[in-house]
Nanobody
Framework: QVHLVESGGGLVQAGNSLRLSCVAS????????MAWFRQAPGKERDLVAA????????YYVDSVKGRFTISRDNAENTVDLQMNNLEPEDTAIYYC?????????????????WGQGTQVTVSS
């Protein structure tokens, strides 16, 4: 059974940083594409960043480019999201997701396994 467990969320002031971590088990992590999604109240779940199984390919939604960095450690089965210069608009539940990969641009249906989420709240 696949388990994805997120940690690192919290309440921070705008301009500060947070680092989210996700530990995966029950899957061949080194062969899995990984991603972070987020869902704000009343909105759909949207992709934030994705990373290929090798780590060589990454994708970021425009609103986080230059502020967020996704990384992975295939030896530890972890994927992290470093979030700098946080804005109130980044407030959401952040979800870790795993899949087999993507072609072109990653999308929600490229990822079949999901964590329970971690809350990130950014105050102004």
């Amino acid at each position: 059974q696949v388990h994805l467990v997120e940690s690192g969320g919290g309440l921070v002031q705008a301009g500060n940083s947070l680092r989210l971590s996700c530990v995966a088990s029950g899957l061949t992590f080194g062969s899995s594409a990984m991603a972070w999604f987020r869902q704000a109240p009343g909105k759909e779940r949207d992709l934030v960043a994705a990373i290929s199984w090798s780590g060589y390919s990454t994708y970021y939604v425009d609103s986080v480019k230059g502020r967020f960095t996704i990384s992975r450690d295939n030896a530890e089965n972890t994927v992290d999201l470093q979030m700098n210069n946080l804005e109130p608009e980044d407030t959401a539940i952040y979800y870790c997701a795993a899949g087999t990969g993507w072609g072109g641009r990653p999308a929600t249906n490229d990822f079949e396994f999901w964590g329970q989420g971690t809350q990130v709240t950014v105050s102004s």
